[in-house]
């Protein structure tokens, strides 16, 4: 197994900084969904929680590495953040993000404690 630092140096030349928004694009390969990859011990990692627990440390079980230039190909640390998945998820702007911000029914009923039913898959349900 080769050092990590020998894996560092070869990381370093696999971008290039967007002198604009300071972002480090990742020029190598990429995954369907946009994220840098790189080899590291025999196995294909992402690209940015490598970078990001050469940096940082450990990234623990339950949380994920967030870019907070919401640019998945960006490799550069101080634009990586832990947040748990939920929060993550929040942020992304998908279906889960845009119910969660919703605070009535398609009723017109608000959601709140009383009128609120949490089912087994996490959904809420309005009880009127």
Not at 74 to 89: A, F, G, M, Q, Y
Not at 98 to 120: E, L
Request: charged share 20%; aromatic share 10%.
């Amino acid at each position: 197994m080769k050092p990590r630092n020998v894996y560092l140096a070869r990381f370093h030349t696999k971008y290039c900084v967007d002198e604009f928004t300071d972002c480090w694009n990742w020029q190598g390969n990429l995954s369907q969904d946009g994220y840098g990859q790189f080899h590291y011990n025999g196995v294909t990692t992402v690209a940015h929680r490598f970078i990001y627990e050469c940096t940082y440390g450990a990234i623990p079980g339950n949380m994920t590495v967030h870019h907070q230039c919401n640019n998945r190909a960006c490799v550069n640390p101080s634009h990586l953040e832990l947040l748990s998945k939920r929060d993550n998820v929040l942020l992304n702007g998908g279906v889960t993000a845009i119910n969660a911000a919703k605070t009535h029914c398609i009723r017109g009923h608000a959601f709140d404690d009383k009128n609120t039913y949490v089912n087994p898959t996490g959904a809420r349900e309005c009880r009127a």
